[in-house]
Each structure stands twice: as C-alpha cells, then as structure tokens.
C-alpha cells in the first residue's frame, strides 16, 4: 500500500482498539447471561409441536380440561411373583409418604394390574413447580422406602419431562468446556503457537456471548422460542462457524505477513481477501437456517431465526474482532513459528516435483485428475448405499415394565375431544376400534383426574371413584365440549399406536360428529408426518437457495451446479455411513425424523463453506494464471486453513454426543462424519480434480470461460508440465 492510502499511525491504533473495547464490552455483559439461560429456555413439549396438527389442538385445550396446574406421573412396582395383601399395602405406605411431598397435589390408591404382580400409582405434581425436582424426590423416596421385595420406576409424562430436563443438564457448562478445548488443541497442534488459538478461540466466545445475549432477549420478549436442543445446537454452530472464518482470515494475514507486510498492511490486505468469501459462506448458512421457517414444527421455526443470529455474529466477529486483535499483536501472534518474507508464497510450477503436503497433492491431481474424481465418486456413491438403512421413524421411549403389567399405553392415553352431545357415540366408536383397550373420561374431583366410561342405553355412564354407594362423577365440560380418554392396548410410541391413531382419525372423519385426537401417541404421529413433509419441502429449496449464492459468488453456472451435486453425494455418504454406525456399532433403537433434515440443513450450508473458500480462491488465481493453474495454486493455498477448519468443526459437532439426547448424539456424529467426508474427499480430492479435468469450461458461461489466462500467457515447454497439460495447451 502506498504511503498516501495509509491511514495515520494513530488512526493505526485507535481504530482496532476501538472494536476491541467494543467487543470486550458486549462480550462482558453477554458473558453472564450463560447462567440465565433457564429463564427464558423450555423444554416444555409445546416447544417441539407440529403448529397446525390436530394434536397441537388437543394439547393446547389439556388445560382446560386437565387444569393447567398438575402433570402425572405413574410409579410402577414390580415383584417376582404375585403381590400379596403386604406389598399391596407396603405401595400404599409409600403413595401416602409421596403424597405429602412439596409440590405433589393427589396420589390414587394402589393399582393392582390384572395379572397380580404390578401395581401402580398415579401422582398429580404441581405443573407450576420445578417438576424435574419433584419427580427426583419422588424417586430418592420410592428408592429409600419402596418395599424392599418389589422394583419400582418412574414415568409418566412428568417422568419424561424430568429425564429429557436431565439429558439437557450441562448444555451451558460441559458442553462449551469439551467444544471449546477440543478446539483449543486442534489449533495449538496446526499453528504451534500459544497465543494464536487463544486470540481465535476470543473471537469465537466473544461471538457467542454477545449473540447468546441478543436471543436471550428476544426470548424474553416472546419473539423467538429456546429450548434445550436449539441452545445446544446454537452454541457448537457459532463456535464451530466463528472458528472457521476466523482460520481463513489468520491463512490471508499470515500469507500478508509472509509478503513482508506490516501490521495494518497485513491486516486490511487480509481483510480484503477474506471478506468475500467469509460473507458469502455466513450468507449460505443463514439462508439454509431460514429455510427452516418453512417448517410446521416449532422446534425447527425456532432454529432458523436463532441459529441464523448467531452465524450473523460469528461473521461480524471474525471481520472486525480478529482483525482488531491482530492489527494490534502483529506478527508476534504466530510466535515461535513466525512466518519468514517469502516463505508463504507459492511455487511457481506446480506440476513439477514440489516440496509440502499440499503442493504434492496438487501435482498427483493434475497429473491423474479424472481417475481420482472417478474413484472419489465411486466411494461416496458406495457409502451412500447404507441409506436405505437408516431408521428415522421416532424412537421408542416407553416404559417397558409398565407395558408389561399393564394396558401398554396406560402412562400415555389419547385424549379426543367431541361435542359432550356427541360422547355417548364417540365413546362406542373408539371402543370399538383395534388397539384401543378401554375408554374413559375427564372428570373433577376424582384421584387419577378421569373415570371409567360405558354407553348404557345411548347415555355416557361413569365408573364411581371410591367405596361402595360412592356417587359417580360428572365428566368435565370445558366450551360445550368434553374429553374422552382412549388407553391403547400397544405401547404408546409404537407403530401398532400411531397406525390405531390413523384408524381412529379415519373412523371420525366418516362419523357423523366431529372429533379430534391427540396425546402423546398423536404427537409422535404428527410430528414424524411433518418432519417428512419438511424434509419434502424444505430441502429443495436450500439447494435452490445456496446455488443461487454460488453462482453470484463465482459468477458462473456450471461450477455451482457441480459442487451443489458433490455436497449431495457428500451427504449421502454420510448418511448411508451413519445409518450402518447407528444400527450395527452403537445399537439404537431409532432416530428422530428431524436428524436427516438437520444433518441436511448443516452439512450442506457448512460443507459448502469449505468448496467456497477453495473456488473462490481458485477463482481468483485463475484471473491471474489460468484456470488449470489456478486451481493447483487454489488448493495449494487453501489446503492448510481449510483441512484445520473442518477438523475444528468436526471436533465441535462431535461435542454435542456428551449431551444424553438421542437425537444430539446422532447428529454430531452425522455432521461431524461428514465434515470430515467434505474436507478430506470432496474439497481435497473430488471437487479439484473434476475441476481441473473440466478446465476453463468451469466457468461457463462467464467470460472466463471463453478467455482464459492460459491463452495469454507465454507458452510453456513440454518440460514444464505435465503430457496431458501440454496436449490441452496445443488444443487450446
């Protein structure tokens, strides 16, 4: 840079100082808002809902019938043989000792099961209270004062909602510590410097706290909606996306530095060659998360908006935090290993025997570039074939010992809401139905909240709830309307469940009333059947909103269309790779329907950052050099950043699997597998290789496709490059 365009020695100063304190501050107020992540995040089931379902419906209208101010859990005792009058009155002991615990409202008596060797106990818990709490004091006393004779568990709705509240637990601690530190190794290992990483890893914590603060407000004004899964999956997406920008601007200015640049010449000369691409890889990540507006599940409307923030300011971080702090540390930032004047430039000719990882590379592309694609896409192909086995059709997570003893769905019924003039019919039609074992209804002033229910000469008739001469209970009308409860014969998350709740739907759908079904089976039922329409709806139009950013970026058709299918066979690899891993390796039972969309939305819109720092760079050095040489020298500079950045945020995804939740642990596995699938096969291998075998044509319909700089250049001898080179150098 002349002496004219160069800023002040103080304007040298003041300015990165500036942003640094700026930083520094929205880092400092958005730092404590880590520990009141819980005043504004949910783990309530309404969170994860399908909006339009009809078990959304149902689930909106529990309160009114319900009342909004107790959720049940069952506890379930188990002998080895047939329980007698002792233990009977052993599991009364312990239903009286939990009923006078803090928080729990009523307790049923003791429930025998039909078979004589179980029984259970409903408990009504304080909606309002810390529920995850009271379910733990539950079990600490069933475990402390249970009949020393019988086993006893847990669950219920309250149950899961304390077990999915615990799998969520360390999601702002243990998380971040395992995220951040794998991170931290992976660039001392690259970089061999002790301040460099910390400086990255400032820019990338600094990102989260001051994007951490902008949701948690937004959270509190009711604008977005947190929950544990997007925390989680917010925090590892601005580590891992923060770190990576922050990697290609520290490759551009330590190749300024390697030019003898100073300080504010190496930091705004990176800043110019960065910023580009960094924007256009941030700009792709948050237009695949707003694609997840599309979505009719709330979990998935929450992510886009929230996700997309924080990609905002991991950007925003990476442009202006880091060059700040190394406009001000120099070329001191890369101590012991600072980078000598000359020895980050290219060699001159990379198709002759080069010294360096990456420049060999090079060399074993241009001289075998359509075998290797070839081959590379013939693996990606065959890993893809385990596809066909991945199970995403819900997980199973009932009780199993509860299905044993009792009516498989007991612990989570179907609630159908009918005009109360329509109950008598209604109840006939659900009884009558395959998998349904016995219907009841919502009613006050009974322990377990419903009574029994029969149709005697066209009336609704209620079981009384207590000693003989007990008068039977009226059933609660909430609008004209009241709510009969369907306990189903197979467990609640199975198949056999869902297609009984199809059934059921199809049966009211030709009666001559209205009805609408919901509960825990309907839920799981409705929620698959929008995962699939999203995954219908939503990923084409990621595909057809990240080619779009492509071709604006590389002012091309061809080359987009390219690297678009090879992030698609990517992402297939992964899966079909997953899918064998999941089932053979770690044995799970299944895997939500939203892992195949999610693992989409991230491996494409991330997997996709790795071919745009790669072409445009190649780009670029095309402009000078040529097209076939340019892509050498392309993935000769960007080797190192980019093999650093996807093992950075492979490192972070696989963070997620020390949060307990199946549908965590299964996505950090798929996104950080093919993360490293994209860094090491398709950017490294694939995508050049194919490149380079296409030649100028890449570019088409650009003006670079038509003048090449190969065409202007002086010729080369045959001793210069490689046959195949110098044969389409003679036909060019």
Same mark, same amino acid.
């Given at each position: /840079? ?14 990165p ?18 520990? $009141? *992540? ?8 309404s ?30 005792? &188990? ?10 009155d ?11 615990l803090?928080? *729990? ?31 733990g ?25 304390a ?13 971040l510590?395992?995220? +951040? ?6 660039l ?10 910390i400086l ?6 600094f ?14 004004a ?12 917010? #925090?590892? +997406? ?33 800043? $110019? ?69 000359? /020895?980050t ?7 002759q025997?080069t010294?360096?990882?990456?420049? $060999? ?60 003039g329509?109950? !008598? ?16 209804? *919502? ?23 207590? !000693? !003989?001469?007990? !008068? ?11 709510m009969l ?12 469940? &869902?297609?009984t709740?199809?059934?059921?739907r ?6 001559p ?45 061809l ?14 690899a ?88 199946? #549908? ?6 798929? *996104?950080?597998?093919?993360? +490293?699938?994209?860094?090491f ?6 995508v ?32 210069? /490059? ?11």
């Open positions: /840079m002349s002496t004219a365009s160069t800023p002040s020695r103080w304007l040298r100063i003041a300015l100082l500036v942003l640094v304190v700026i930083w520094l501050a929205g880092g400092s107020i958005g730092g404590p808002y880590f520990g $009141k *992540v819980e005043e504004v995040s949910t783990n309530d089931q969170s994860f809902l399908p909006q339009s379902a009809e078990s959304t419906q149902v689930q909106e209208r529990l309160d009114d019938f319900l009342g909004g101010d107790a959720i049940p859990a069952l506890v379930v005792f &188990e002998g080895p043989e047939a329980l007698d009058a002792a233990d009977l052993d599991v009364q002991t312990v239903a009286d000792e939990i009923g006078a803090d928080g *729990v409202l009523e307790v049923s008596p003791a429930i025998p099961s039909e078979n004589g060797e179980a029984a259970q106990v409903v408990v009504s818990i304080d909606a309002s209270a810390e529920v995850t709490d009271i379910v004091e539950v079990r600490e006393l069933v475990a402390a004062d249970g009949p020393a004779s019988l086993e006893a568990w847990v669950t219920g709705p309250a149950g899961f909602t077990d999915l509240a615990t799998g969520f637990t360390g999601i702002d601690g243990l998380l510590l395992v995220a +951040l530190g794998a991170v931290f190794v992976i001392v290992i690259v970089y061999r410097s002790p301040l460099l990483p990255v890893l400032l820019t990338s914590v990102a989260l706290c001051v994007a951490l603060l902008s949701v948690w407000w937004l959270a509190k009711g604008i977005v909606v947190l929950n544990g899964q997007v925390q989680g999956i917010l #925090f590892i +997406l601005v580590i891992g996306a923060a770190t990576d920008y922050a990697l290609l601007y520290v490759a551009r200015f330590r190749e300024a530095v390697g030019e003898g640049r100073r300080r504010w010449d190496a930091a705004t000369t990176a800043w $110019k060659g960065s910023v580009e691409p960094i924007l256009a890889s941030g700009g792709t990540v948050i237009a695949g998360l707003l694609c997840l507006l599309l979505s009719d599940l709330a979990s998935n409307r929450a992510l886009g908006p929230i996700a997309s923030i924080g990609i905002a300011f991991a950007m925003l971080s990476a442009l202006t935090f880091l060059p700040a702090l190394l406009a001000l540390v120099g070329r001191a930032a890369f101590w012991p290993f600072i980078p000598k004047t000359g /020895m430039e290219l060699p001159a000719d990379l198709t025997p010294r360096g990882l990456w420049a $060999k590379l090079a060399r074993f592309v241009a001289r075998r570039a359509r075998m290797v694609w070839i081959l590379s896409t013939v693996v990606l192909l065959a890993a893809s074939v385990g596809v066909t086995q991945l199970k995403a059709d819900g997980v199973p997570a009932s009780a199993v010992v509860l299905a044993e003893h009792f009516a498989a769905g007991s612990g989570s019924p179907l609630y159908v809401i009918v005009a109360e329509d109950a !008598p019919a209604a109840a006939e039609l659900i009884g009558a139905q395959d998998g349904v074992d016995s219907v009841g209804v *919502v009613a006050a002033d009974t322990p377990s909240g419903q009574a029994a229910a029969s149709v005697e000469d066209g009336e609704l008739v209620l079981a009384p709830q207590g !000693p !003989p001469g007990t !008068p039977a209970p009226e059933p609660t009308v909430d609008g004209g309307d009241v409860v369907a306990t189903l014969s197979d467990a609640a998350d199975s198949l056999e469940a &869902e297609q709740v199809r059934d059921l199809d049966a009211l759908a030709d009666a009333f209205d009805g609408i079904v919901g509960g825990t089976t309907a839920v799981d039922l409705d929620t698959n059947d929008t995962s699939i329409r999203d995954r219908t709806v939503i990923i084409p139009v990621i595909l057809v909103v990240v080619l779009l950013i492509l071709m604006l970026l590389l002012r091309s058709i080359a987009p269309v390219l690297l678009i299918l090879s992030v698609i066979v990517s992402f297939a992964a899966l079909g790779v997953s899918a064998l891993v999941f089932n053979d390796v770690f044995g799970f039972p299944g895997g939500d329907p939203a892992v195949p969309l999610y693992g989409f939305v991230f491996l494409v819109a991330l997997g996709i950052d790795y071919n745009i720092f790669l072409m445009s760079r190649v780009r670029e050095e095309s402009l000078g050099h040529g097209t076939r040489r340019g892509i050498l020298r392309g993935l000769v500079a960007t080797g190192g950043v980019i093999t650093s950045a996807g093992l950075v945020l492979a490192a972070t995804f696989a963070a997620l699997g020390v949060i307990q939740i199946l #549908f965590l642990v299964q996505l950090a596995f798929i *996104v950080a597998f093919g993360v +490293l699938l994209d860094t096969i398709v950017r490294s291998l694939l050049p290789a194919l490149a380079y075998d296409i030649g100028r044509r890449i570019w088409w319909p650009s003006k670079l496709s038509r003048t090449d700089a190969d065409e202007t250049a002086p010729p080369a001898s045959a001793e210069e /490059m490689t046959r195949a080179e110098y044969r389409r150098t003679l036909d060019a």
